[in-house]
């Protein structure tokens, strides 16, 4: 078992910026691809990054390349999404997700490629 817990959600201006983290325990951190979904009001939970075992891959949805990093540190057992340039559209829960049977790739492009899922921060971008 893997446990994933979120921090560091709230609330920002438009333009802002906010580092999410997301720490781990259960298992080996740096044997298991990671990434965040994110789920707005009334909206299904969508993709937004994720990162390889070894932190040399990363993937981003079309909406956030260029805003947003995902990174991580695998002495410390947490993965990181800086998000830069908010903008109120960034309104959602965001979700921390490991993958173990699946590669960091295929966490963007499968539905449900994710085998553990944290609980979630609210970020809420302010107009």
Do not use: H
Request: aromatic letters at 12%.
């Amino acid at each position: 078992q893997v446990q994933l817990v979120e921090s560091g959600g709230g609330l920002v201006q438009d333009g802002g910026s906010l580092r999410l983290s997301c720490a781990a325990s259960g298992r080996t951190f740096s044997t298991y691809n990671m990434g965040w979904f994110r789920q707005a009001p009334g909206k299904e939970r969508e993709f937004v990054a994720a990162i390889n075992e070894n932190g040399g891959s990363t993937y981003y949805a079309g909406s956030v390349k260029g805003r947003f990093t995902i990174s991580r540190d695998n002495a410390k057992d947490t993965v990181y999404l800086q998000m830069n340039s908010l903008k109120p559209e960034d309104t959602a829960v965001y979700y921390c997700a490991a993958a173990i049977s699946y590669t960091a790739e295929a966490m963007g492009v499968m539905n449900n490629a994710v085998d553990y899922w944290g609980k979630g921060t609210l970020v809420t971008v302010s107009s």
